[in-house]
């Protein structure tokens, strides 16, 4: 299997030209077998979604079968909190692994074989370095290494040694065990790399059963080979590990461990493409862990974080984040994605799929004079003018009316078509509305818009058909729910947080992230739940009834986004 595996010129990327020419040449067995295996030591982001779309989304291609399995390697760090959300995330993404869930410690036995074969054919050592004094051994890309004194060791004593680790004797960090490959490879990485270390921590499944664990690069090539995995996709920076992972399928080959599929040896091979990087976040598990540890977010599903989950709070529909995944396109070229891009995704199939309501954030009242006290009427308002299936709703209204504050000016410039004195709009779905004068308060604040209505135009529309420029939202002042809604932002103010070395990345938090406020809305609305999906609060944006504050009756609505890209204008200042 070479890596410029024949394919046919195509706009298909490269991974895909790689795995149909592998297919096509017969080395899968008869099947492509990917794998996705993230570590359970934080909630997945929106840079594993990419991941996940590519691994699964190329068996789905090929007919084959995705692997789910947790890379449970560094048991100080990961729960089962953390491996359960990565199933609900790969689920909501709408991917599932079938019956093909793993963790590396199903393979900690085997592996440990493994070592221990190494160990006994003078392919491992045990070594005493300290971490400082081996980056002193290892050296620069363009001089040989030092060997470790330790490197030519017999493998008696090597074996004798590695089961002493694994029985507890040694302490963190006072020895671990090194394959013996290269000490002048212009690849550091390949220069006796280790591959077991002492931990002595309980693993989250297994407790106390091991003190020593295997390191990843050490691990995955293992696991796929006994998974016979075809085709291991990684992001960019495994590329610098790629020649240990075949020395191991190498050794792993010679120990007659390959899986056999369709009459042929399975050997996995490993490629790389580059990983999502978008403005105004950071996609360090660390720093995301900083911030919910620290309390600068509310949790790792806090609806401002890059996490599914958190984007899944907020309400961002999985066919968006999906669609945003394939439009980034699978390159190897490093790069970072506007965020605007997952905005416009988001508000794209939202705009097909979310029906419309109406609500009054920063309200004041409007009062129609020639209507009598007490008089209501019913408009039909439509659901959604994108999906004509979606029909309609009768909406009251009556002479006093919530309108948004920005919807009216006295001195209104050129091309303000809204509400001013002397002003005709339309009240959607409602009539047109002419305003004839206002009451201010003693701050001169508008505090009442007065007018009149035709009621002739009952339902929206002109008798005599004349142009109407402006058309407004409204909520009926008898009837409107008040609900509390969350204005959620992007998280950071610049597009780099991590840009500024002498600054921590805390600092460029946005301190407009999340404001409350409470929304004047019809009376439909007291009844969303989270299971509905987002709503348009017309004119205003996409909101979602939060999955965990929410009650029957009682939504609570996070903002999921606006209807256009305000960012792009302050970008543009």
């Known amino acids: 299997m070479n890596e410029e595996s024949p394919a046919p010129a195509s706009s298909k990327h490269f991974l895909e030209q790689w795995i149909e020419g592998d297919v096509l040449a017969g080395r899968t067995g008869g099947k492509v077998v990917t794998r996705f295996p993230p570590e359970p030591n934080g909630y997945l982001h929106i840079g594993h979604a990419k991941a996940i779309c590519v691994d699964f989304g190329m068996a789905k291609k090929f007919g084959g079968e995705c692997h789910l399995r947790l890379d449970d390697t560094n048991p100080s760090k990961e729960s089962d909190e953390f491996a359960e959300n990565i199933k609900t995330d790969i689920r909501w993404l709408g991917f599932d692994w079938g019956g093909h869930f793993y963790s590396a410690a199903d393979y900690f036995d085997t592996m440990?074989?493994?070592?221990?074969?190494?160990?006994?054919?003078?392919q491992a050592y045990v070594c005493f370095l300290s971490q400082e004094e081996w980056k002193k051994h290892r050296g620069i890309p363009t001089e040989p290494g030092i060997p470790s004194p330790w490197r030519d060791t017999p493998p008696e004593e090597n074996l004798a040694r590695?089961?002493?680790?694994?029985?507890?004797?040694?302490?963190?960090?006072?020895?671990?065990?090194r394959a013996k490959i290269d000490m002048a490879s212009p690849?550091?990485?390949?220069?006796?790399?280790?591959?077991?270390?002492?931990?002595?921590?309980s693993h989250y499944h297994l407790g106390d059963k091991w003190c020593v664990y295997p390191m990843y690069d050490f691990a995955h090539p293992i696991e796929d080979a006994l998974e016979g995995v075809t085709h291991s996709m990684c992001t960019l920076e495994f590329e610098v590990h790629r020649p240990l992972y075949d020395w191991v399928v190498d050794r792993m080959d010679?120990?007659?461990?390959?899986?056999?599929?369709g009459g042929m040896k399975i050997r996995p091979h490993q490629r790389e493409f580059s990983r999502l990087n978008i403005t105004y976040t950071v996609m360090s598990k660390r720093k995301l862990h900083e911030l919910v540890d620290?309390?600068?977010?509310?949790?790792?599903?806090?609806?401002?974080?890059?996490?599914?989950?958190?984007?899944?709070?907020?309400?961002?529909?999985?066919a968006a984040v999906r669609a945003f995944c394939e439009g980034v396109g699978v390159t190897k070229f490093i790069s970072t994605t506007d965020v605007g891009i997952l905005e416009q995704a988001v508000r794209e199939?939202?705009?097909?799929?979310?029906p419309r309501r109406m609500a009054v954030l920063d309200p004041v009242k409007l009062v129609i004079d020639n209507m009598p006290e007490g008089e209501t009427h019913e408009c039909d308002a439509v659901n959604n003018p994108e999906d004509p299936a979606a029909g309609t709703r009768k909406v009251r209204f009556g002479r006093e009316?919530?309108?948004?504050?920005?919807?009216?000016?006295?001195?209104?410039?050129?091309?303000?078509?809204?509400?001013?004195?002397?002003?005709?709009?339309?009240?959607?779905?409602a009539c047109l509305f002419t305003c004839t004068g206002v009451v201010e308060d003693a701050a001169g604040n508008v505090a009442e818009i007065h007018g009149t209505w035709d009621p002739a135009s009952l339902g929206g529309n002109a008798p005599d058909g004349h142009a109407v420029r402006g058309t407004i939202h409204w909520v009926d002042a008898a009837t409107a729910v008040p609900l509390p809604v969350r204005l959620y932002d992007r998280l950071f103010q610049v597009e780099n947080p991590d840009a500024d070395a002498d600054r921590d990345f805390k600092d460029f938090l946005n301190p407009d992230s999340c404001k409350e406020a409470t929304a004047l809305c019809e009376p439909a609305l007291q009844g969303a739940k989270s299971a509905d999906g987002p709503v348009q609060f017309e004119r205003?944006?996409?909101?979602?009834?939060?999955?965990?504050?929410?009650?029957?009756?009682?939504?609570?609505?996070?903002?999921?986004?606006?209807?256009?890209?305000s960012w792009a204008k302050i970008a543009k200042k």
């Open 162 to 177: 590695f089961r002493e680790m694994r029985d507890g004797k040694y302490k963190d960090g006072e020895c671990c065990l």
């Open 294 to 318: 620290l309390g600068k977010v509310s949790g790792w599903d806090d609806p401002r974080m890059p996490t599914l989950c958190g984007m899944r709070r907020r309400g961002y529909p999985a």
């Open 112 to 122: 440990y074989a493994i070592a221990e074969n190494l160990v006994k054919a003078g």
């Open 254 to 261: 010679e120990m007659g461990l390959l899986v056999e599929r």
């Open 401 to 429: 009316l919530w309108v948004e504050r920005a919807d009216f000016m006295k001195d209104p410039p050129k091309k303000f078509y809204r509400l001013a004195v002397g002003r005709e709009v339309r009240l959607k779905y």
């Open 187 to 201: 690849n550091i990485h390949f220069r006796d790399p280790v591959i077991y270390r002492i931990m002595h921590v």
């Open 540 to 565: 205003l944006g996409y909101f979602f009834p939060d999955p965990v504050d929410s009650k029957d009756g009682a939504p609570v609505f996070n903002r999921t986004s606006t209807l256009r890209d």
């Open 349 to 354: 199939e939202l705009n097909k799929t979310a």
